[in-house]
């Protein structure tokens, strides 16, 4: 079935540091990949995304992009800031698919001044 | 877009307890989903809607979980009998597929709703 890995947290930094989160995936075809975060006591908000091999999704000064050929969707940002601290949640929907997403257990980032 | 609203936020009961959540979606989104999520984890699929008929259900959704969306409009989630084991956050999300909306539309969250079995 469909799967998503994500490195285990925390992941504690300083600010300004780099950031790199590892996300895996285990599906067949071509998913589209997603990076959701959630702020504490929030709902999920759509970060980034990508629909197919190759894309590059970008916001915020974060960015993944889909590669197909190690099944990754590797988050980074080059200089991270106090307020990015939250849980960071890898997901993926499945070909042919338009609607469940399949989400990785989440990282917990915190970023100290 | 105002968001999609979930009430309550937070729900406190009693084991053997029923209890029900609304989502109100984006306006005009033909999507509804709900996600349960449990401490540590990500949010696992419950069930999902299109317009106001129910396409799928997880295995997740046991028989004492019931979900309606009338009119296609507002969804409820309700729980019969609660046990302990359903302690966890309900998410809502919504989206709006179709002919001229584009493919692959992302999935908007609400806040939840979380619920704590005593």
């Known amino acids: 079935g469909n799967s998503v890995t994500q490195m285990e947290g925390p992941v504690t930094l300083s600010e300004e540091a780099f950031l790199t989160i590892n996300c895996t995936y285990t599906a067949t075809g071509y998913p589209s990949l997603f990076w959701y975060v959630q702020y504490p006591g929030e709902g999920l908000q759509l970060l980034l995304k990508?629909?197919?091999?190759?894309d590059k999704g970008s916001n915020k000064g974060f960015e993944a992009t889909y590669r197909k050929e190690t099944t990754s969707f590797h988050l980074e940002k080059g200089s991270v800031q106090v307020s990015d601290s939250a849980v960071y949640f890898c997901?993926?929907?499945?070909?042919?698919?338009?609607?469940?997403?399949?989400f990785g257990k989440g990282t917990l980032l915190t970023v100290n001044p | 877009d105002t968001g999609v609203s979930q009430d309550p936020r937070h729900k406190i009961t009693k084991r053997g307890q029923n209890v029900t959540f609304r989502c109100d979606p984006i306006?005009?989104?033909?999507?509804l989903y709900w996600y349960r999520q449990t401490l540590g984890q990500g949010p696992e699929f419950l069930t999902y809607?299109?317009?106001?008929?129910?396409?799928?259900k997880s295995r997740l959704l046991s028989d004492r979980f019931s979900a309606e969306r009338p009119k296609g409009s507002f969804s409820t989630l309700e729980i019969q009998r609660t046990e302990q084991g359903d302690s966890a956050m309900y998410l809502c999300?919504?989206?709006?597929?179709?002919?001229?909306?584009?493919?692959?539309?992302?999935?908007?969250f609400g806040d939840g709703t979380r619920l704590s079995i005593l």
């Open positions: 306006s005009e989104h033909n999507r």
């Open positions: 997901a993926l929907r499945k070909p042919g698919s338009n609607y469940k997403l399949t």
């Open positions: 809607f299109q317009n106001e008929a129910q396409l799928e």
């Open positions: 999300a919504s989206s709006l597929e179709g002919i001229g909306s584009g493919a692959n539309q992302p999935q908007h």
């Open positions: 990508a629909t197919k091999a190759d």
